[in-house]
């Protein structure tokens, strides 16, 4: 999940094996998440979103899963691959018109 | 579909140069952005766009600013450039703001000496 500091929470996994990897969120009013990608010396890359009136939303080897209840979104990354290797962070709405707020990424390693 | 274009990727700045950031959007977006990441601090908002010829401020404007004077260009201007500001900027666009994705830019690495 996400943390404090100038260290990335990170998730080493085996190619093939299902990664799974989490974000915690606050605000009540956030209606609207994004996962996104970022591979080194890139920018952002979209991978999958969901709105809060939904629980799951699937994607090519992708699932992402809501729980309002308890603030937490996660993202399932099926038969991981050397090119999922990355830093994955949560985006989410708050409310708000214009603008989305970013969380602190995970580094994902996938070992061959 | 050219997406987002930043120019330039890299550049390094004596303290107290100046210069601009170009991002430009093809996609006929009404919102951009410009953020800046540094290590373990994931993307801060520097200033945003609701539109042509509008601008705000996010999280931290201090030391910069922007211009959009046509709908695909989205210019972030360093007035007298610090070592605190050495960074990786990244440009974004989105079709209606909150309630939909970004669209990222490559990023601009910037290197104040």
Known sequence: GESVGLHLPTLSVQEGDNSIINCAYSNSASDYFIWYKQESGKGPQFIIDIRSNMDKRQGQRVTVLLNKTVKHLSLQIAATQPGDSAVYFCAENRGSNYKLTFGKGTLLTVNP | ?113
């Not at chain 2, 004596?14 to 093809?26: H, I, N, P, R, V």
């Not at chain 2, 908002?45 to 260009?73: F, M, W």
């Not at chain 2, 972030?76 to 050495?86: C, D, K, N, W």
Request: proline share 4%; hydrophobic share 30%.
């Open chain 2, 1 to 113: 579909n050219a997406g987002v274009t930043q120019t330039p990727k890299f550049r390094v700045l004596k303290t107290g140069q100046s210069m601009t950031l170009l991002c430009a959007q093809d996609m006929n977006h009404e919102y951009m952005y410009w953020y800046r990441q540094d290590p373990g601090m994931g993307l801060r908002l520097i200033h945003y766009s609701v539109g042509e010829g509008t601008t705000a401020k996010g999280e931290v404007p201090d030391g910069y600013n922007v211009s959009r004077l046509k709908k695909q260009n989205f210019l972030l201007g360093l007035e007298s450039a610090a070592p605190s500001q050495t960074s990786v900027y990244f440009c974004a666009s989105s079709r209606t703001g909150g309630n939909y994705g970004y669209t990222f830019g490559s990023g601009t690495r910037l290197t104040v000496v």
